[in-house]
């Protein structure tokens, strides 16, 4: 990868993204959409080319080639990739596989159950004219995420992974996601964080706007998955580890084993024995510089979608 950063106004960016048993509709939806945002992009002159590659971990292949998730014969795309990993790598393991093969100045990573707004390939690249940003997420719709950014300068604790554009510098600096560690979630998250501690600032621009398909259930929760609620319950151990605070992961742990659920005394069963053998990730921040842990989260947040 190389890294013009600032010294280019008109940067190549790769959209990337991961793939797991999604209803090929949806993918179609989410490639015309970023065609369209992309193609604005070129057409702004804010980017110079943009390519696109899809990574699949479902059991069988979408698609036998990129040509069959294309809309239409249309593309302002140079290149359209469609590689079929054979196994699920998560979202961490496939963006690092997609980011071995990336030779462009930008990676926008981001989940394929997301529509682009027409505007934001450009919103986003233009964050990019500081070069002290590293990293920028874009704001997600309908469903905000909670967590505050600084309203003048739009630095964040981290960027969501549901959509980020991150320079190359960046991966090659930090290595990309730790996949080793986290599988689907908090990836994101440490990611953000180690790319704050190699002197880069992560900012949320409120313009750059992408459409995610959450949805929230009665208690005005966010719905999740068993796999996504137990990889939560693993990250909200294994992040307080990682970033100097023990004591909070203990703790965090110890309320997962008195747990009612199955899935939170299943996580805790192997994070004890982590604990035990010595297999938990080496610490790293000592002095609390980047990790912000309040109430359980990994920022402040601004709002709660759940009632009290």
């Not at 604790?157 to 554009?165: E, H, I, K, P």
């Not at 991150?166 to 998250?189: C, N, P, Q, S, W």
């Amino acid at each position: 990868m190389s890294d013009t950063g600032a010294r280019s106004k008109s940067p190549s960016v790769r959209v990337q993204t991961v793939l797991y048993e999604n209803a090929a509709r949806d993918v179609v939806r989410f490639v015309a959409g970023m065609s369209a945002a992309c193609a604005h992009a070129i057409g702004s002159g804010r980017i110079a080319s943009a390519e696109l590659a899809i990574g699949d971990s479902s059991a069988e292949p979408m698609a036998s080639d990129a040509e069959e998730l294309l809309a239409d014969g249309s593309t302002p795309f140079t290149r359209v990739a469609y590689l079929h990993f054979g196994t699920n790598l998560g979202s961490a393991g496939g963006h690092n596989r997609l980011f071995a093969a990336s030779r462009a100045d930008a990676v926008l990573v981001v989940n394929p159950d997301t529509y682009a707004s027409p505007h934001l390939v450009s919103e986003l690249v233009a964050a990019f004219e500081d070069p002290t940003v590293g990293i920028v997420e874009a704001r997600q719709l309908p469903l905000e995420h909670p967590k505050a950014h600084d309203p003048v300068t739009g630095d964040v604790s981290w960027a969501s992974g549901s959509c980020l554009l991150v320079r190359a510098g960046v991966v090659e600096a930090t290595g990309g996601f730790d996949a080793d560690l986290f599988f689907l979630h908090g990836d994101d998250v440490d990611f953000s964080w180690r790319t704050r501690l190699a002197g880069w600032r992560v900012v949320h621009r409120p313009t750059a706007r992408v459409f995610h398909d959450k949805r929230l259930d009665e208690r005005a929760v966010i719905r999740v998955g068993e796999r996504e609620r137990e990889q939560s319950a693993l990250a909200s151990v294994l992040l307080p580890w990682r970033y100097s605070r023990q004591d909070l992961a203990l703790d965090r742990l110890e309320q997962l084993e008195a747990a009612d659920d199955e899935i939170s005394r299943t996580v805790a069963k192997e994070l004890r024995a982590r604990v035990e053998a010595g297999r938990m990730p080496e610490p790293i921040d000592p002095d609390h510089v980047v990790g912000e842990f309040v109430g359980g989260e990994y920022a402040h947040h601004r709002f709660s979608y759940a009632s009290t």
